[in-house]
């Protein structure tokens, strides 16, 4: 398998070369890089040497190893299937929404349940000052002195991201000499992003095409640093690359069966870190005041959020239909405006993520549903929280695939 894991790491790269997202992170030996961008490799050829990898998995008996080696088997088999999916989406194949995010992630998003966003919607509804206009200009209306001004942004973003590594780090042991920067940027088509580059090291982005408001620190702290993406890969490279020797884990695809997990572990992980009411009195206690916010809407604002998270499931509805052609782009963010109560400028930025990523969509609510549910299911409940927080740690540090996790 080291030698299969070799060749995945280099067709991966192969990738690369044709599709400029592919490669996520990688921080294997320089030389395969450099052979990768010398040596270009055609699609096809790279198609073909994907589905030779899979039959020779297929063919390995792993029924004796340990439970270890046999996820690792399994998960380069679904690895080099998400890969070979990718290569003929490249090559010009069109599959339906739900056949792309199955061949590419291992999942399908369930049919959004349309009575439970009615009634989010009309919780919502009571929650949010009556006024002039539809409930998507009322809501932004609310939230307009929830913005933190842009000269206090770094120090409420520093703030949520030193609470957030301290409540980890008590509970996940991490190396010494693990960090990250944070850049701002714009133009981007997401939110905030991290750039894994090796050796504990992460550049996490944050976009600021829009304001940001004040529940938006803490959520990007956890989620793209702790116990999120920037956590998920220094495990994964310490216990798998450094311990192990397993190469394969030096290459992360954009498009992968561990994006659900990576997505679905990161949401999750911000309730895991700050369970119950203790994220709103952290928000509430700490970053209202740094942000010079008044505190007063924390409460109120809390609630929304809970019920927002209800309605996130129309992101998936809106993809599914924008993608496979009954709605056009414009629609899509009307329908988004609508469901997901997004103001028309991020919804349209959110169709633009549609265009670029397509169907990775899913990952965020359907990977976060997922990983709960696992925690959930081996003990971890909220009640239990060294159980919680061990069961997640357990499952970002190993290769799982969605469909093995029900
Ligand atoms: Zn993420």
């Not at 009615?118 to 200009?137: N, Q």
């Not at 169709?351 to 709960?372: A, E, H």
Request: net charge negative; charged share 30%.
């Amino acid at each position: 398998m080291d030698r299969i894991g070799e060749s995945f790491v280099k067709l991966a790269l192969a990738v690369g070369e044709h599709d400029p997202l592919y490669v996520d992170a990688y921080f294997g030996p320089a030389e395969w890089r450099e052979q990768a961008k010398s040596g270009k490799r055609p699609l096809g050829e790279i198609g073909k040497a994907a589905l030779r990898l899979i039959a020779e998995l297929k063919r390995l008996d792993a029924s004796g190893e340990d439970e270890a080696l046999r996820l690792r088997r399994s998960f380069l088999i679904k690895q080099l299937e998400s890969l070979a999916a990718r290569v003929s989406m490249l090559e010009g194949a069109k599959l339906p929404f739900d056949e792309e995010s199955k061949a590419l992630f291992d999942a399908v998003a369930p049919r959004a349940d349309e009575r439970r966003i009615r009634e989010a919607l009309a919780g919502i509804d009571s929650l949010v000052p009556p006024g002039e206009g539809t409930l998507v200009e009322r809501l932004d209306r609310f939230k307009n002195d929830l913005v933190i001004p842009k000269d206090r942004l770094d120090a409420v973003f520093a703030a949520a991201i030193a609470e957030a590594r301290k409540r980890t780090r008590e509970r996940i042991e991490l190396p010494e000499d693990e960090s990250f920067t944070v850049e701002y940027v714009k133009g981007e088509p997401w939110g905030a992003y991290n750039w894994y580059k090796g050796g504990n090291r992460s550049v996490i982005q944050i976009n600021t095409d829009f304001p940001s408001f004040i529940d938006a620190p803490l959520g990007l702290a956890c989620h793209e640093g702790y116990p999120g993406h920037h956590v998920q890969n220094v495990l994964m490279e310490q216990g798998l690359v450094k311990d192990r020797g397993w190469i394969e884990f030096t290459v992360s695809p954009l498009f992968s069966p561990l994006s659900p997990i990576n997505e679905g572990a990161a949401n999750f992980g911000v309730e895991v870190a700050f369970p119950g009411d203790s994220r709103a009195e952290f928000e509430r206690d700490v970053l209202y005041p740094l942000a010079g916010i008044d505190p007063g809407k924390a409460e109120r604002y809390f609630a929304i959020r809970k019920l927002l998270r209800e309605i996130n499931y129309s992101e998936n509805e809106a993809a599914r239909r924008y993608l496979d052609g009954e709605i056009t782009a414009e629609e899509a963010a009307q329908y988004l405006c609508d469901n997901a109560l997004m103001s028309l400028e991020r919804a349209r930025r959110l169709v633009t993520f549609f265009d670029r990523y397509r169907s990775y969509i899913i990952n965020y609510n359907v990977g976060y549903d997922l990983v709960k549910r696992y925690v959930e299911k081996r003990g971890g409940t909220e009640d239990r929280p060294d159980k919680r927080w061990e069961e997640l740690r357990l499952l970002i540090s190993s290769p799982r695939v969605p469909s093995e996790m029900q």
